[in-house]
């Protein structure tokens, strides 16, 4: 199923106040790796703030979950 395939009509929409107090929760099982990547997906992370590595690595998380056999 894509995303476009989900019905989301009955879904509420979350505004600015629900992302304001939302949390990042990072898993403690990790290890530091050395990663090339594009210098447009770097800026990309670096510009939603603080942490951005955490956001790039729950990225992959959602990428890996979706394609995990």
Same mark, same amino acid.
């Given at each position: 199923?894509?995303? =476009?395939?989900? =019905?989301?009509?009955?879904?509420?929409?979350?505004?600015?106040?629900?992302?304001? $107090?939302? &949390?990042?929760?990072?898993? &403690? $099982?990790?290890?530091?790796?050395?990663? $090339?990547?594009? $210098?447009?997906?770097? =800026?990309?992370?670096? =510009?939603?703030?603080?942490?951005?590595?955490?956001? +790039?690595?729950?990225?992959? &998380? +959602?990428?890996?979950?979706?394609?995990?056999?």
């Amino acid at each position: 199923m894509t995303d =476009d395939e989900i =019905d989301t009509s009955d879904s509420p929409e979350l505004g600015p106040e629900f992302f304001a $107090n939302a &949390k990042l929760w990072v898993p &403690k $099982n990790r290890r530091s790796v050395t990663l $090339n990547v594009e $210098n447009d997906v770097l =800026d990309w992370f670096e =510009d939603q703030g603080p942490e951005y590595q955490y956001r +790039i690595n729950a990225a992959l &998380k +959602i990428y890996v979950d979706a394609h995990r056999r």
